[in-house]
């Protein structure tokens, strides 16, 4: 180290050694484990409205619905679809006002309809073809009457 007029001594807390050995800086030390246990404790709560809302609505709602669409829940299902990707797009309306409490409850509604959509969907695929998707038609409805 050299002699300069501001560190005479060469021996100063900022010196290279001391940075190297947190136990020198004990207020620093304590200051970095105080750091690390708030960054982990927040890593690893449930989280605050936006990572709910992340969790809740593009995770697992939105994925819901794509599962109730590939199962064709649209023809076979079409009221619990349809409130599904309302409630979905409802969700991330509210989320574009900051408002992530009723965004998440959106989000838990538009799961449970896909969801409830998809069941019936892969129910009614499976079932005899009198059940096919929902045209419009009443059953038993005959068109060459009129």
Known sequence: MSNS??????????????????????????????ALLVGVSLLSSPGCGPIQYQR????KAASAV???RNAKAA?????EYTAATEYLNKAREEADHAEYQIAIEYGRRAEA??????????????????????????????????
Do not use: M, W
């Open 75 to 79: 023809g076979y299902a079409p009221y």
């Open 5 to 34: 007029p501001f560190d005479p001594i060469g021996g100063s807390c900022y010196g290279a050694a001391t940075l190297r050995r947190l136990r020198y800086l004990r207020a620093g030390a304590r200051a970095v484990r105080a």
């Open 56 to 59: 809740q609505v593009n995770n």
């Open 113 to 146: 309809l896909a969801i409830r959509a998809r069941a019936i969907a892969e129910e009614r695929a499976t079932a005899p073809a009198e059940a096919g998707p929902v045209s419009g038609e009443p059953p038993g409805a005959n068109k060459d009457s009129h």
């Open 66 to 68: 794509v599962a109730a």
